[in-house]
């Protein structure tokens, strides 16, 4: 079991930023008391402080209470092409899986193969994947592989049931390695203007919280 102890997360690891100066000008992305309750934020690239924090695959998700939905949309068909953009969630509403099957799907080419990648902070919960589960065996053209920084309530029965039935219906779900969060790194977070691309620290455990979650997916599984 790894050693890693509960964090409580600053303003700026929540996505608010400390610095008051540099929250004028995310305050149009960020601020949460505009939106409606059960608005999702959708976005191409999300900001740096929100991976670092939210996509870190800690054991423990103390703060962690959003799902970021990365995805890439690859359709093949008469008009072949490539989507991507994210999206986020507060648990308390409606979630990023949900919103990408109310909004984003609908948007594609129908009749056409879709083969779809998700890269998210952690895995779904039972609902969520229920949807999941429903949206494969109605669409036979849609294929989808789900990277997870870390698994969501794992220990729960119900939970590891909704895991298997996932796979079941057809979703191929994985762990995201390390590679995998530096390409969410190069992909989906926004750099800040002006500023050479940086490239991507990995955090002290990256590995070995993988291959921890890794052993975790392969028991449920």
């Given at each position: 079991k790894?050693a890693e102890?509960?964090?409580?997360?600053?303003?700026?690891?929540?996505?608010?930023?400390?610095?008051?100066?540099e929250?004028?000008g995310?305050?149009k992305k960020v601020?949460r008391?505009d939106?409606?309750?059960?608005e999702?934020?959708t976005g191409?690239?999300?900001?740096?402080?929100?991976?670092?924090?939210?996509?870190?695959?800690v054991?423990?998700?103390?703060?962690?209470?959003?799902?970021?939905?990365?995805y890439?949309?690859e359709?093949?068909?008469?008009?072949p092409?490539?989507r991507?953009?994210?999206?986020?969630?507060?648990h308390?509403?409606?979630?990023?899986?949900?919103?990408f099957?109310?909004?984003?799907l609908?948007?594609?080419?129908?009749g056409?193969?879709?083969d779809?990648t998700?890269?998210?902070?952690s895995?779904?919960c039972?609902?969520?994947?229920?949807?999941?589960?429903?949206?494969?065996?109605?669409?036979k053209?849609?294929?989808?592989?789900?990277m997870?920084?870390?698994l969501f309530?794992?220990e729960?029965p119900?939970?590891?049931?909704?895991?298997?039935?996932?796979?079941?219906a057809?979703c191929?779900?994985r762990?995201?390695?390390?590679?995998?969060f530096e390409?969410?790194?190069k992909?989906?977070?926004e750099?800040?203007?002006?500023?050479e691309a940086k490239?991507f620290?990995?955090?002290e455990?990256?590995?070995e919280?993988?291959q921890y979650y890794e052993?975790?997916l392969a028991?449920?599984l």
């Amino acid at each position: 079991k790894m050693a890693e102890k509960q964090e409580e997360p600053s303003n700026a690891q929540n996505g608010e930023p400390d610095n008051a100066e540099e929250g004028e000008g995310k305050k149009k992305k960020v601020k949460r008391e505009d939106l409606p309750p059960f608005e999702i934020v959708t976005g191409e690239r999300l900001p740096a402080i929100f991976f670092k924090f939210q996509f870190r695959n800690v054991e423990y998700s103390s703060g962690r209470n959003k799902t970021f939905l990365c995805y890439v949309v690859e359709t093949q068909g008469k008009e072949p092409g490539t989507r991507r953009g994210y999206l986020e969630d507060e648990h308390a509403a409606a979630h990023a899986e949900m919103a990408f099957f109310n909004t984003i799907l609908p948007t594609c080419q129908a009749g056409t193969r879709h083969d779809v990648t998700w890269y998210v902070s952690s895995s779904p919960c039972v609902a969520c994947a229920g949807r999941i589960c429903e949206a494969l065996r109605k669409d036979k053209g849609l294929r989808l592989t789900i990277m997870v920084g870390r698994l969501f309530m794992w220990e729960e029965p119900e939970v590891q049931a909704a895991l298997r039935n996932m796979r079941e219906a057809g979703c191929k779900l994985r762990i995201m390695k390390p590679q995998d969060f530096e390409y969410v790194w190069k992909n989906f977070v926004e750099q800040e203007e002006g500023e050479e691309a940086k490239s991507f620290v990995p955090w002290e455990d990256i590995q070995e919280n993988f291959q921890y979650y890794e052993e975790k997916l392969a028991e449920i599984l």
